[in-house]
């Protein structure tokens, strides 16, 4: 499997959970990486993204200015910090690889997936 995330769990709102994905790819590092989400009767959406060197960071609107994306390259993993939880947070969350070398926020553009780790925020 070549993704593999981990750290999903139940929170109260208001709570912080981190997540990571590890990875078993070759080219880990010379990739791009993203989160999606997907709640249920909704569609995949995009969270955040970061470039291989993890010096440009991309974030939905939705989530900015409380969760931050990162990579360990040497441990060939890449990591979702999640503060500041919502209900509406909710969802399984998944880390991915785009086919090419940019990021996009369309799930479309993204060729490896891992299986997905449920997030629950209560209220």
């Known amino acids: 499997v070549p993704l593999v995330e981990s750290g999903g769990g139940l929170v109260h709102a208001g709570g912080s959970l981190r997540l990571s994905c590890a990875a078993s790819?070759?080219?880990?590092?010379?990739?791009?990486m993203g989160w999606f989400r997907q709640a249920p009767g909704k569609e995949r959406e995009f969270v955040a993204a970061i470039s291989w060197s993890g010096g440009s960071r991309y974030y939905a609107d939705s989530v900015k200015g409380r969760f931050t994306i990162s990579r360990d390259n040497a441990k060939n993993t890449v990591y979702l910090q999640m503060n500041s939880l919502k209900p509406e947070d909710t969802a399984v969350y998944y880390c991915?690889?785009?086919?090419?070398?940019?990021?996009?926020?369309?799930?479309?553009?993204?060729?490896?997936w891992g299986q997905g780790t449920q997030v629950t925020v209560s209220t």
């Open positions: 991915a690889r785009p086919a090419g070398a940019d990021w996009s926020t369309h799930a479309a553009d993204y060729r490896t």
């Open positions: 790819l070759r080219t880990f590092s010379s990739y791009f």
